[in-house]
């Protein structure tokens, strides 16, 4: 395999935590199997085609912090054939304060659950409020090839092959702060590759981040 589309599909134990969550301001703890990683990622990519008219090729811009809902999304756009980039976007996804001029603009509330905004945000699409109405199971019929690109980032542009081959498989448990796109995707590829997972520790002191990481027997990055 050289394409991204089905980086969960490799899984060993997809019944196993693969995405963790912690945002220790509010306490929240979110933990997603390969099984529920692979629904939301599934619900996801049909929202993106039934909904937004998303096809092989589509520019998104992806304006999230580390999140467990960021990985879905990243899983989603390369199930899409569509390609992470900054600048020249069909679609726009945002999180609070929702910046965005974009023609198509896609709202997170990041609360907990994946909850929706309290007040649809006038000019976006609320995704929490659409998504789960939206098929289990995807297929697509244009999936990407291994030369379609997958990045555009800073000037720098990465097709699937690439990106899975420079990325190589890490098969342990590890813990990521808020850090920037591409080194999120790099991690959510070698830990698919690698049978590992992934534990997302936001807004943590040292010492808060340094408990998470022996709670959940985690590698530091």
């Not at 050289?2 to 899984?11: I, M, Y």
């Not at 969550?21 to 629904?39: C, F, I, K, P, Q």
């Not at 699409?125 to 939206?134: I, K, S």
């Not at 990465?158 to 591409?182: A, M, N, Q, W």
Request: aromatic letters at 6%; hydrophobic letters at 40%.
């Amino acid at each position: 395999m050289t394409t991204l589309d089905g980086l969960l599909q490799g899984l060993a134990d997809p019944a196993q935590p693969f995405l963790t969550y912690y945002d220790a301001a509010t306490g929240e703890r979110v933990e997603l199997s390969g099984v529920t990683t692979a629904n939301w990622v599934a619900k996801t990519s049909n929202f993106l085609i039934d909904g937004l008219d998303a096809e092989n090729g589509t520019r998104i811009r992806l304006d999230l912090p580390t999140h467990w809902e960021s990985f879905v999304w990243i899983l989603s756009a390369w199930s899409v054939g569509a390609v992470l980039t900054d600048h020249r976007a069909d679609i726009a996804v945002v999180s609070p304060p929702l910046a965005a001029d974009e023609e198509t603009r896609v709202a997170l509330s990041l609360k907990p659950l994946g909850m929706r905004f309290d007040n649809p945000p006038e000019g976006f699409v609320d995704y929490n409020a659409e998504v789960l109405g939206h098929g289990d199971h995807f297929q697509s019929f244009d999936p990407p090839t291994p030369e379609t690109p997958a990045l555009d980032l800073d000037g720098h542009t990465e097709t699937h092959r690439e990106l899975f081959e420079s990325c190589g498989p890490k098969p342990k448990r590890v813990l990521l702060e808020p850090g920037p796109l591409v080194r999120d995707c790099a991690a959510l590829i070698a830990a698919s590759r690698g049978n590992g997972s992934l534990v997302v520790a936001a807004n943590a002191t040292s010492a808060q981040r340094d408990k998470i990481a022996v709670d959940e027997r985690a590698a530091l990055s």
